[in-house]
T-cell receptor
Framework: RKEVEQDPGPFNVPEGATVAFNCTYS??????FFWYRQDCRKEPKLLMS???SGNEDGRFTAQLNRASQYISLLIRDSKLSDSATYLC??????????????FGTGTQLKVEL | DAGITQSPRHKVTETGTPVTLRCHQT?????MYWYRQDPGHGLRLIHY???????DKGEVSDGYSVSRSKTEDFLLTLESATSSQTSVYFC????????????FGEGSRLTVL
């Protein structure tokens, strides 16, 4: 089982739609969580951190459910410019006590007219 | 945007030849990382550095070595390139280790024939 799992998609949605992505992680000792965005053939960039209390940034809302070990990202009022791959990232405690960031394979979103 | 440059951006080489990728930062961040990204896999950590001359292995370090003689430069070397090392390589930097945001370079696309 992968440490971080995401549905690869693609999710094809019309402009203005609401879309949600989920991500599950296997290590219950994980400490911090992030969503990154990656445009085609570009580098990943931090979209937002994910907190236990949930957090919102404009049209984007991230939620963390530690009991079920999943993270979600909700995008409201989708724009064409939201088309990208969304990477779920988890800070997982290593066996030696150090932390490591583990990336999911990403969920592809295509917003269409 | 964070000041990270990778060179070369594109390289085609033959099996068995040595290859060095360079990452240069102007942010004076302590931590530097080399990742590779392949279809069906998330970004996977090759090596990282937590200071000048301080480096450690990531999850896919076999066949790779690194060096960091200055804060601003982190070199990734493939001593004898193999076709399985064809990939897109991303350098990243952070000032908070694995608990903070990673800033990525634009990537280096390596093809080993």
């Amino acid at each position: 089982r992968k440490e971080v799992e995401q549905d690869p998609g693609p999710f094809n949605v019309p402009e203005g739609a609401t879309v949600a992505f989920n991500c599950t992680y296997s290590n219950s000792a994980s400490q911090s969580f992030f969503w990154y965005r990656q445009d085609c053939r570009k580098e990943p960039k931090l979209l937002m951190s994910v907190y236990s209390s949930g957090n919102e940034d404009g049209r984007f809302t991230a939620q963390l459910n530690r009991a079920s070990q999943y993270i979600s990202l909700l995008i409201r009022d989708s724009k064409l410019s939201d088309s990208a791959t969304y990477l779920c990232v988890v800070n997982i405690m290593g066996t030696g006590g150090g932390n490591k960031l583990t990336f999911g394979t990403g969920t592809q979103l295509k917003v269409e007219l | 945007d964070a000041g990270i440059t990778q060179s070369p951006r594109h390289k085609v080489t033959e099996t068995g030849t040595p290859v060095t990728l360079r990452c240069h930062q102007t942010e004076n961040h302590r931590y530097m990382y080399w990742y590779r990204q392949d279809p069906g896999h998330g970004l996977r950590l090759i090596h990282y550095s937590y200071g000048v001359k301080d480096t450690d292995k990531g999850e896919v370090s076999d066949g790779y070595s690194v060096s960091r003689s200055k804060t601003e430069d982190f070199l990734l070397t493939l001593e004898s390139a193999t076709s399985s090392q064809t990939s897109v390589y991303f350098c990243a930097i952070s000032d908070q280790g694995n608990t903070g945001e990673l800033f990525f370079g634009e990537g280096s696309r390596l093809t080993v024939l």
